[in-house]
């Protein structure tokens, strides 16, 4: 059996009186896409930033491709992207230019031909002349993207990665996800949006007060709820019906850090 690229066993977190991760269990496998879905206050961001070593679980463990994140950070973040809810771009760069920045600093030989080859991964070759500030907030985003891919890391994780965006932009997006995955790169997406969950998904965790509280595959998730008969025609369930139910649909949600 293939050993997870993403294993969390127990991890809880706390800021002073607050319990925000009440003790985390999670496994990704290797090349797959899973959604972290829950509310805000839900505690994802917390798991994220504990994954990616800027902070220390009070208990449990976790290993990201094959690495202990409390005992081996420095080559935990040698493997690991991490690219947070706004675009972390320099808009008086031109496209080229930020992913060239980037190579630089990471070192890697052949800069220009880096840049250029993720530019042309992320369909960005056109615009790559052209100052970021003149993008749209898609085109932002993919940019952000291929700047966090600079030197093939193998997991990704992608905090809510379409806040904010355009309905166009948001699908451009989705597809440079899909592309991740295609080529064989591991995805922990956060989201609060249920249809990005479905459309880009191979499994989904539900976050919901700490705890994960329901994990599978779509088909999985639907099938705990019964199908509803609506005019002699099965009706299966969708992905809100599920989380709505599995959360408690009237349950507040605790606030603080996410």
Do not use: C
Request: aromatic share 4%; proline share 5%.
């Amino acid at each position: 059996m293939t050993a997870a690229a993403i294993q969390v066993q127990g991890i809880e977190k706390s800021y002073d009186d607050l319990r925000v991760l009440r003790g985390v269990d999670l496994d990704v496998p290797p090349g797959s896409i899973v959604a972290l879905l829950g509310s805000n206050g839900a505690g994802k961001t917390t798991l994220v930033r504990i994954l990616s070593t800027l902070l220390r679980a009070d208990a449990g463990s976790a290993t990201v491709a094959g690495f202990d994140v409390a005992a081996h950070p420095a080559d935990v973040r040698a493997s690991i992207s991490l690219t947070g809810q706004f675009a972390a771009v320099d808009e008086t760069l031109t496209g080229r230019e930020n992913v060239v920045l980037v190579a630089r600093l990471r070192h890697l030989p052949d800069t220009g031909r880096v840049a250029d080859g993720l530019l042309a991964r992320f369909g960005l070759t056109g615009a790559a002349g052209r100052r970021v500030a003149t993008y749209s907030g898609g085109m932002r985003r993919r940019l952000d993207i291929a700047m966090s891919l600079v030197g093939d890391p193998p997991v990704v994780f992608l905090d809510e990665p379409t806040t904010g965006l355009d309905p166009q932009s948001r699908l451009e997006v989705w597809d440079s996800v899909r592309e991740l995955s295609g080529r064989g790169t591991t995805v922990l997406l956060t989201t609060q949006q249920l249809e990005e969950a479905e459309q880009l998904a191979d499994r989904i965790a539900i976050l919901h007060e700490g705890r994960i509280i329901a994990d599978g595959t779509l088909t999985e998730l639907k099938a705990l709820l019964p199908p509803a008969e609506v005019e002699y025609v099965e009706k299966q369930p969708t992905l809100e019906e599920v989380f709505l139910a599995v959360v408690g649909a009237g349950s507040g949600t605790s606030r603080g850090p996410r």
